[in-house]
């Protein structure tokens, strides 16, 4: 074959790679569009009723939320993906528990500055966005079961599934480093905020990592759960009390006021504690990250893009286009 012939064929080629990506975008949207819309619906139905919901936004929400968005938005996802081919294969390498604590205090480590990058940058763009103060408003002062239900169980799950098993399976053939980047900057923008991006793009990353060398979605799924569950339930146990007592919102219980100081107190000193081992860990954690930087690779796919045309196959095409499109317009 000549030149031309050579050149035709690769052109060919990404047109269908970037068919591939756009496809899976799609199911991303897809995603979205029927989780948010069955939400929306479900909103309109109770204005239509009448009913006075305000009391019992917050428990609604979790309730619509997990109930369209995990219960059936993901199942038309699944199904969806069902029908984009898979290329690839991870690898299943059985990593020792030294490896995991090293890998989980490097996970501490991201979650932690990237969430201080996060503030930074909302505060900078004009504060942080009404979606995330919702969020914040209804872990702090939700129902704690349905905090756990949707927060710690539901999402993990879903994302894991989403973002990591569905998306690296039908990538990997393009290389490890393609599959983790595109991972960690999608599972960002999913959530819709500055606040958001910079702590789940890391931990996007590092998620994206631990699937493509263990193979198991699995640790992922537990990996995040632990996240969730010690930002979305520990937090804000030992935050409650603290807040409440100087809102003044515990004032029926003034005959008990020395039961109440000693819980404020409790409160306090873990919520100090808490936070101090935090720092410890993340700091540990960055130490770790470079003093091992060295022993990360990635592996090559069964199809390497051209360099100049990389970022053109991926994300300019119209399914890509649509839910980058969208996400970034969460955030403004």
Same mark, same amino acid.
């Given at each position: ?5 050579w *050149? ?8 269908m ?9 799609? &199911?991303?949207?897809?995603? /979205? ?25 917050t ?5 619509? /939320?997990?109930?369209f968005m ?6 038309? =996802?699944a199904?969806?993906?069902k ?5 690839? *294969? ?7 528990l ?16 990237g969430?201080?990058?996060?503030t ?20 702090? *002062? ?17 994302e ?14 393009y ?36 699937y493509?060398k ?10 995040h ?5 010690? &930002?979305?339930i ?19 219980? *003034?005959t008990?006021?020395?039961?109440v ?20 860990? =993340?700091? =540990? ?10 022993y ?25 286009l =649509? ?10």
């Amino acid at each position: 074959m000549d030149g031309s012939q050579w *050149e035709q064929i690769e052109r060919a080629q990404l047109k269908m790679d970037r068919r591939h990506f756009s496809r899976i975008a799609l &199911g991303f949207l897809i995603y /979205n569009l029927v989780g948010v819309g069955l939400q929306l619906v479900g909103i309109q139905f109770l204005q239509l009723t009448g009913w006075d919901y305000s009391p019992y936004r917050t428990t609604l929400s979790w309730i619509l /939320n997990f109930t369209f968005m995990y219960l059936l938005a993901l199942p038309a =996802a699944a199904l969806y993906f069902k029908t984009v081919p898979r290329f690839g *294969e991870v690898r299943h390498e059985r990593w020792e528990l030294g490896a995991w604590l090293v890998v989980f205090l490097i996970g501490l480590a991201m979650g932690y500055f990237g969430n201080i990058v996060g503030t930074l940058v909302s505060n900078f763009t004009g504060g942080v966005s009404i979606d995330y103060e919702n969020l914040m408003d209804m872990i702090f *002062e939700g129902n704690m079961f349905l905090t756990f239900l949707n927060v710690v169980i539901g999402a993990p799950i879903v994302e894991e599934l989403l973002f990591r098993k569905f998306l690296i399976d039908r990538t990997i053939g393009y290389g490890e480093k393609l599959s983790v980047l595109l991972s960690g900057t999608l599972f960002g923008l999913m959530h819709g905020n500055f606040q958001q991006f910079f702590y789940a793009f890391a931990l996007g990353c590092l998620f994206a990592y631990i699937y493509c060398k263990t193979g198991k979605i699995k640790n992922t799924i537990l990996f995040h759960m632990w996240i969730n569950f010690s &930002g979305s339930i520990l937090v804000p146990c030992m935050s409650r009390p603290i807040f409440r007592a100087l809102s003044g919102q515990q004032t029926e219980v *003034e005959t008990l006021e020395t039961m109440v100081s000693l819980v404020f107190a409790f409160a306090g000193l873990a919520l100090i504690s808490y936070m101090l081992l935090q720092l410890v860990a =993340a700091v =540990a954690g960055l130490v770790l990250f470079f003093v091992y930087k060295k022993y990360i690779c990635f592996y090559p796919g069964l199809r390497q893009l051209p360099k100049g045309k990389r970022l053109l196959t991926v994300l300019v095409n119209p399914g890509m286009l =649509a839910f980058v499109g969208l996400c970034i317009w969460g955030f403004f």
